[in-house]
């Protein structure tokens, strides 16, 4: 079983790590201003994870897809990354760098898997990142 964990920032905001069963990162989210839009995020990764597309733009000539979507991409150091949007198209929830394709896309089938009955950990009171 998955679990979203929910930290507090030191500026006053809100942010998620989605672990999977052995405790490991899978993605993180935005900083959200408020408790209730970070739930909300939680909600819409939960929601478009398992439906969304794969859209790989490691490939030349790759084709966009429709939200929601995974996007997964090399970034500078050319390391394989993906970005989960929703169908409105915002980013909601980030993953690491990976060294291969083949990590990357196990992370993204980590986060279908871990979602389905993830549990929420909200932060204690004095608990701030």
């Given at each position: 079983m998955g679990k979203f964990v929910v930290k507090r920032t030191n500026n006053g905001g809100w942010k998620f790590d989605l672990k999977a069963r052995n405790g490991q990162v899978i993605c993180t989210s935005q900083t959200y201003k408020s408790e209730k839009s970070c739930?909300?995020?939680?909600a819409s990764v939960t929601k478009n994870s398992?439906?969304?597309?794969?859209?790989d733009q490691t490939v030349e000539g790759w084709e966009?897809?429709?939200f929601p979507k995974?996007?997964?991409?090399?970034?500078?150091?050319?390391?394989f990354r993906f970005r989960l949007k929703a169908t409105n198209g915002q980013i909601i929830a980030?993953?690491?760098?990976?060294?291969?394709?083949?990590?990357c896309l196990n992370g993204i089938e980590s986060i279908r898997k871990n979602v389905v009955d993830a549990?929420?950990?909200?932060?204690k009171e004095e608990e701030a990142e």
């Open positions: 739930l909300n995020g939680i398992p439906v969304a597309n794969l859209e966009k897809t429709r995974f996007e997964v991409y090399t970034d500078k150091a050319g390391e980030v993953g690491e760098g990976y060294t291969t394709l083949r990590k549990t929420t950990e909200m932060p």
